[in-house]
């Protein structure tokens, strides 16, 4: 399936009318959120003005309605009945997880979950997947050609990958729009791959998570109005995750998360204390907080300052997504192999 055309059919509407329903409400949330107190400092800037906080929520709203509207036209406008369950099994999951990361912002940074109940509640977030048998157990593994993976598919693929992709795009994080772009960047290759294999119905479902992430950018973009929060991070996150398993693009989201699985072993040098934060001058430039690297947001500040380039947010952000479309390029590039 062309994948312009597929952007172009009856479903544009309801993309567009996703971001609308974020442009019209998260104004409506920023000013209710600054009246709460929800609000946050803007650690790269100079100025102590407080950001409104949690605006995944407005996000998790618009890409909710979304799915339920998709619904309504596949049974009273397509009259297509088929995979109901799995798009519902969908939509619970990326609540969980919205929940989850819910808990998380409300009970606040650094004093949230902790590191190693994360996973443990992410797992949740995996279960209404394993419980509509999602993907298919067979496999092309390396050296094992076709594999039928039998009962570990659901037991321990679908929670791994899930676990994984939840808990990393959470990870890379802390500037603005980097979450945002980051995962209109990601969903957009799996709505891409997804269409191209014959599985439109999750293109759909990818694709009104990134028309909800546009409506998002705007708001979030640098200089941010409002920060996403881990309501964001964590519904993201899982929902990569799902697309890759419900269209079978396993070995897609394992390279497209490969900054992810960096920034992991990266964190892990930190023992997960080190922040992600560059240090502010007076002129508004970065610098590295740190004498090592914990982060790839590290790297990317010291590779810009070694440069002799004037080292801004904005330009730390546009570094990290190009680093992202560079896996974004290897996918297309080999996706013959990696459909197999």
């Given at each position: 399936?062309?994948?312009v055309?597929?952007l172009?059919?009856?479903?544009?509407?309801?993309?567009a009318?996703v971001t609308?329903i974020?442009?019209i409400?998260?104004p409506?949330?920023?000013?209710?959120?600054?009246?709460?107190?929800l609000t946050?400092?803007?650690i790269?800037?100079?100025?102590?003005q407080?950001?409104?906080?949690?605006g995944?929520i407005?996000?998790l709203?618009?890409?909710l309605?979304?799915?339920?509207s998709y619904?309504?036209?596949r049974?009273?406008?397509?009259?297509a009945n088929t995979?109901i369950?799995s798009?519902?099994?969908?939509?619970?999951?990326?609540?969980?997880a919205?929940?989850?990361?819910?808990?998380d912002?409300?009970l606040g940074w650094?004093?949230?979950?902790?590191q190693?109940q994360?996973p443990?509640l992410?797992?949740?977030?995996?279960?209404?997947?394993?419980?509509?048998n999602?993907?298919?157990?067979l496999m092309?593994?390396p050296f094992l050609g076709?594999?039928d993976?039998?009962?570990?598919?659901?037991?321990?693929?679908i929670?791994?990958?899930i676990v994984?992709?939840?808990?990393g795009f959470?990870?890379l994080a802390?500037y603005?729009?980097?979450?945002?772009g980051q995962?209109i960047?990601?969903?957009t290759?799996?709505?891409?791959?997804?269409?191209?294999t014959?599985s439109s119905w999750t293109?759909v479902?990818?694709?009104?998570?990134v028309?909800?992430?546009?409506?998002?950018?705007i708001?979030?973009?640098?200089?941010?109005?409002?920060?996403?929060?881990?309501?964001?991070?964590y519904?993201?996150?899982?929902?990569?995750g799902i697309?890759?398993?419900m269209a079978?693009?396993?070995k897609?989201?394992?390279?497209l998360?490969i900054?992810?699985?960096l920034e992991f072993?990266l964190?892990?040098?930190?023992?997960?204390?080190?922040?992600s934060f560059a240090q502010?001058e007076?002129?508004?430039t970065?610098?590295p907080?740190?004498?090592q690297n914990?982060g790839?947001?590290?790297l990317?500040v010291r590779f810009?300052n070694?440069?002799?380039?004037?080292?801004?947010?904005r330009?730390?952000?546009?570094l990290l997504?190009g680093?992202?479309?560079?896996?974004v390029?290897?996918t297309?590039t080999?996706?013959?192999?990696?459909l197999?």
């Amino acid at each position: 399936m062309d994948f312009v055309l597929f952007l172009r059919n009856q479903f544009l509407p309801l993309f567009a009318a996703v971001t609308i329903i974020v442009w019209i409400i998260m104004p409506h949330w920023i000013k209710r959120a600054q009246n709460a107190g929800l609000t946050g400092k803007d650690i790269h800037k100079n100025n102590n003005q407080q950001v409104a906080e949690m605006g995944g929520i407005v996000v998790l709203l618009a890409f909710l309605i979304g799915i339920m509207s998709y619904i309504a036209m596949r049974v009273f406008l397509l009259h297509a009945n088929t995979n109901i369950a799995s798009i519902l099994a969908v939509l619970t999951a990326v609540l969980i997880a919205g929940v989850i990361g819910i808990i998380d912002d409300i009970l606040g940074w650094k004093l949230g979950l902790r590191q190693w109940q994360k996973p443990l509640l992410t797992l949740l977030v995996a279960a209404p997947i394993m419980a509509v048998n999602a993907g298919t157990r067979l496999m092309h593994l390396p050296f094992l050609g076709l594999t039928d993976l039998g009962i570990l598919y659901p037991l321990i693929v679908i929670p791994g990958i899930i676990v994984m992709t939840t808990n990393g795009f959470n990870m890379l994080a802390g500037y603005n729009g980097l979450e945002a772009g980051q995962g209109i960047i990601i969903l957009t290759t799996l709505a891409y791959f997804a269409a191209s294999t014959g599985s439109s119905w999750t293109a759909v479902v990818a694709l009104c998570m990134v028309a909800a992430l546009l409506g998002m950018l705007i708001f979030n973009t640098y200089p941010a109005t409002v920060f996403p929060g881990d309501t964001l991070t964590y519904s993201v996150g899982a929902l990569a995750g799902i697309i890759a398993i419900m269209a079978n693009l396993e070995k897609v989201i394992i390279i497209l998360f490969i900054p992810y699985i960096l920034e992991f072993f990266l964190k892990l040098r930190g023992k997960f204390q080190k922040e992600s934060f560059a240090q502010v001058e007076d002129d508004g430039t970065l610098k590295p907080r740190y004498e090592q690297n914990y982060g790839l947001e590290h790297l990317a500040v010291r590779f810009l300052n070694r440069l002799k380039v004037r080292t801004t947010e904005r330009k730390v952000v546009s570094l990290l997504h190009g680093f992202q479309l560079c896996f974004v390029i290897i996918t297309i590039t080999i996706s013959r192999g990696l459909l197999q």
